[in-house]
């Protein structure tokens, strides 16, 4: 086992967007990163010293307690946990299928949970540890055809209100980041799953090109990743770090919308944005 000075931070989902960014500004100010993601060979070239990479799919035990164990017994601690692996299931929830929907919940409310559930004995023995769970303001803010995924991050939401009380006995802290509009390739993947989740004979066809809008919606005016990872950093390296942090474009405005805009207002915009006002029943 090695002796590290360093605080140890282990990150999920590395291969592109905010966890590379996040793994490349951690090790930039001088933290022992581990960088993972489900392939290996994505995140290769991050490899250097001080900055290690690992495979690990958030959803595979197998893998989870593999690199763990890789790590107590490398450094003998986990000192920080950055949950970032996620994807983003668009569509009509009424029409989305049960496994996309199952899939969706499975990586980002089962899968940090379940880490969080490995590693917080760690932390209690260590008698410290910081896990930060990176939100969305789509889990403030609700939009047409993402309902899957805004579902997802308000349930990650309220499991890191529930953790930050429970383990603050034991000198761990639990962060939220209620994160904005990120460059990253959250959009791409979103649209590469559209032909999981739409059907040829959808009551919303009329509208397809709003759905397929909504996938990329977050990479309009979106933040920088390196200025996005810079500010994050800087925040978690703080002796008091604040338990629900705001970052990235729109991230602020629209929790005014959903704390100040009346419903059916809300309603309306939201319609009329994502062209539902241009559907109408068959009975009609």
């Not at 896990?131 to 055809?145: E, M």
């Not at 579902?151 to 962060?175: D, G, Y």
């Amino acid at each position: 086992m090695s002796t590290i000075d360093a605080t140890v931070v282990l990150i999920t989902g590395c291969s592109s967007g905010i966890g590379r960014a996040l793994a490349l500004e951690f090790h930039r100010q001088n933290f022992y990163v581990y960088a993972t993601a489900r392939k290996l060979d994505a995140i290769a070239s991050l490899q250097q010293p001080g900055l290690n990479i690992a495979q690990l799919d958030v959803t595979n035990q197998t893998q989870i307690n593999t690199v763990i164990q890789a790590i107590l017994e490398q450094v003998g601690r986990i000192d920080m946990i950055i949950n970032n692996a996620g994807f983003a299931a668009v569509g009509p929830l009424v029409e989305m299928p049960q496994r996309e929907i199952q899939a969706q919940f499975s990586t980002n409310v089962f899968a940090p949970l379940n880490l969080i559930q490995q590693v917080a004995p760690i932390m209690i023995r260590q008698g410290s540890g910081t896990i930060v769970n990176i939100g969305s303001v789509s889990g403030i803010l609700v939009t047409p055809f993402a309902g899957a995924y805004c579902a997802s991050k308000a349930s990650l939401h309220a499991i890191s209100e529930a953790l930050r009380v429970e383990l603050s006995p034991f000198n761990i802290q639990v962060v939220l980041v209620q994160t904005g509009a990120i460059e990253s390739n959250i959009g791409h993947a979103a649209t590469d799953r559209l032909t999981q989740t739409l059907t040829a004979n959808s009551h919303y066809q009329a509208i397809m090109h709003k759905i397929r809008e909504r996938a990329v919606s977050s990479q309009k005016n979106a933040t920088a990743t390196e200025d996005y990872a810079r500010q994050l950093v800087a925040q978690l390296s703080r002796k008091n770090i604040a338990a629900w942090i705001v970052l990235g474009h729109h991230s602020r405005w629209f929790t005014v919308l959903r704390r100040w805009l009346p419903q059916k207002l809300r309603d309306q915009i939201l319609s009329t944005k994502f062209g539902l006002t241009q559907l109408r029943s068959p009975s009609s």
